[in-house]
């Protein structure tokens, strides 16, 4: 009986360990798609206008954007990195560069 109860303490205990680390770790999940023609998803317009890079699925990703001259949110609440200043938009939101200075994004949330 001794045994049963101690094998049930370990049982519980690891369980609760899972439980408690899951929540700790951070979302990877976001990926890289085709930009093809869609608009729900998130697109970041970069080197200038020529070239354009796409991603769906919450997470977070610390790739480098230089020369970034636009970004559309899709359907998603996004959060970035813009040359030090962290900026929010809502889903539909689109941003350009009005100034005509690129920027660069350091890393970009979706929530």
Do not use: H
């Not at 899951?22 to 998803?41: E, G, K, M, Q, V």
């Not at 040359?83 to 809502?90: A, E, F, L, V, Y």
């Amino acid at each position: 009986m001794e045994r049963s109860l101690k094998r049930f303490a370990v049982g519980v205990i690891a369980t609760g360990v899972v439980v408690v680390a899951l929540p700790i770790s951070s979302a990877a999940a976001i990926n890289s798609t085709p930009c093809d023609s869609r608009t729900d998803i998130v697109k970041v317009t970069y080197n200038n206008g020529a070239s354009s890079f796409c991603m769906a699925n919450a997470g977070v990703t610390n790739r480098q954007f230089s020369n970034v001259t636009g970004v559309a949110s899709g359907n998603n609440k996004i959060r970035f990195v813009s040359n030090g200043r962290t900026i929010s938009m809502d889903k539909w939101q689109k941003k350009g560069i009005l100034d005509g200075t690129p920027q660069r994004i350091t890393r970009l949330r979706i929530l």
